[in-house]
């Protein structure tokens, strides 16, 4: 059974930084492909990074340079550091993970990030 824990969401003013986490339970986190994912009120959920097993990283534009993933195989857990946060980056904030087979993909229950004054 694969479960995703995410944590570190909450409120923080604008330029202001957070770092979210997700565990992974389960035996096939070294293999797999990490991705957070965000859904802001009334708008589609987007994809923000990404993180291959070998540790390739890909960012949305508009997180580029101020978020950064990361990933601790011994602890299965993916990070997301985000800095600089500007109240449109205001979303549930979702981690994602997509197995070596590239055939089963696993979703956390998100976590709130609010940024406002």
């Known amino acids: 059974q694969v479960q995703l824990v995410e944590s570190g969401g909450g409120l923080v003013q604008p330029g202001g930084s957070l770092r979210l986490s997700c565990a992974v339970s389960?035996?096939?986190?070294?293999?797999?492909?990490m991705k957070w994912y965000r859904q802001a009120p009334g708008k589609q959920r987007e994809w923000v990074a990404h993180?291959?097993?070998?540790?390739?990283?890909i960012y949305a534009d508009s997180v580029k340079g101020r978020f950064t993933i990361s990933r601790d195989n011994a602890k299965k857990t993916v990070y997301l550091q985000m800095n600089s946060l500007k109240p449109e980056d205001t979303a549930v904030y979702y981690c994602?993970?997509?197995?070596?087979?590239?055939?089963?993909?696993?979703w956390g229950q998100g976590t709130q990030v609010t940024v406002s004054t």
């Open positions: 994602n993970l997509l197995t070596a087979s590239g055939v089963n993909v696993y």
């Open positions: 389960g035996s096939i986190f070294s293999t797999a492909t």
């Open positions: 993180i291959s097993s070998g540790g390739v990283t």
